[in-house]
DNA sequence: ACATACATGTAAATAGTTACATGATTTC
DNA sequence: GAAATCATGTAACTATTTACATGTATGT
């Protein structure tokens, strides 16, 4: 699934200007999905021209105008085969455990950084998930289970690090200290 | 971090070929790092161009000829700084929590068949990170690591799914019944 | 007979990120 | 006075994926 038909999935919840929709997903579903303007407001570019969405322009007081999309019936139509042909794909790239395989080639105090950043990103995720409540877009009971998800894998993976931490640093500082397998 | 850091870490674990490297990551650590030929052999010809690695061809008996791979001392030093300097990020996309998300408009068939194909993806995922051993590679305190990082995800999830399975289903069941929020 | 494992590589296409440009208003 | 929020957009860049090309050996 690319962005626009992320955009698509939005715009059938509720009508929105390409602001709100990235606002939406950065704050509540960024554990799975990024979104940023670079790829947002060329998506609903695309799709005005092709008729899958609509747009009027909102001139507000004190805030600049917001182009607020809606979708159409194509567009509407467009989604929902998107839906049925899509496969549950799952890709996750992580620059803290690439880090932390080499984590015997890292200065202690690097490593215990590294591991501290994590658990204070982990922890501030989980926060977030936690307080997610449906404001303009109603929060459907498939968006409910994505923060539950998010929840289950973040406290499980905290967990493990705070119970880990110190030993793993053992580990590390006993293997240098042998000097590794001949 | 890049692919080409990546083969360096490798490298720097021990002597490989580009057809090793990929295996080693598809099979033990792709829940955080995907790998493609496409990517893997011209991020070596340019480590080898800049003289971060050097290579000889090993001719085999009933098998095509590889190109081994050793780090050099420039290629480690290259790479020590670059763990110093990236900074732990983590980024995941799923459209598995995509379509979970938009599940109300899903048929109740398909949803089903979602949901089970992404439990079937857990627990074959679950079983290669429980089976995984060190091979001619040896595995690392922080592999060791990351492999527990990754079946405490996955257990977690994997339990959520199971136990929410048919209360998801029953709650879009009803909304959809009652026809939404007016 | 067909698929998979072994092994290397290229080239086009894609999708997305990052940085820039602009500008009022509000909060610290 | 600086930074963040609101709001839209472009363009260059980058990294990677996908598909193709080639060929032997082994397993089902």
Not at 100 to 107: E, G
Request: aromatic share 8%.
């Amino acid at each position: 699934m690319d962005i626009s038909n992320l955009c698509l999935g939005a715009l059938n919840l509720c009508e929105a200007s390409g602001y709100e929709i990235k606002k939406m997903f950065e704050s509540s579903f960024s554990h799975f999905q990024a979104v940023s303007f670079g790829s947002i407001y060329p998506a609903l570019a695309k799709l005005s021209e092709q008729g899958l969405v609509t747009y009027r322009e909102e001139t507000q007081e004190k805030r600049p105008t917001k182009k607020v999309f809606n979708i159409t019936d194509k567009g509407r139509s467009k989604f929902l085969e998107t839906l049925t042909k899509t496969e549950p794909a799952e890709q996750h790239r992580s620059d803290f455990l690439l880090l932390m395989m080499f984590a015997h080639l890292l200065p202690a105090e690097r490593l215990t950084e590294v591991m501290q950043t994590h658990i204070d990103h982990i922890t501030t995720e989980l926060e977030t998930l936690r307080e997610t409540k449906g404001e303009y877009w109603e929060l459907t009971p498939g968006m409910q289970f994505t923060l539950e998800y998010g929840i289950a894998a973040y406290s499980a993976v905290l967990e493990l690090m705070l119970q880990r931490r110190n030993k793993l640093q053992k580990e590390i500082a006993q293997g240098k200290q042998h000097g590794g397998t001949p």
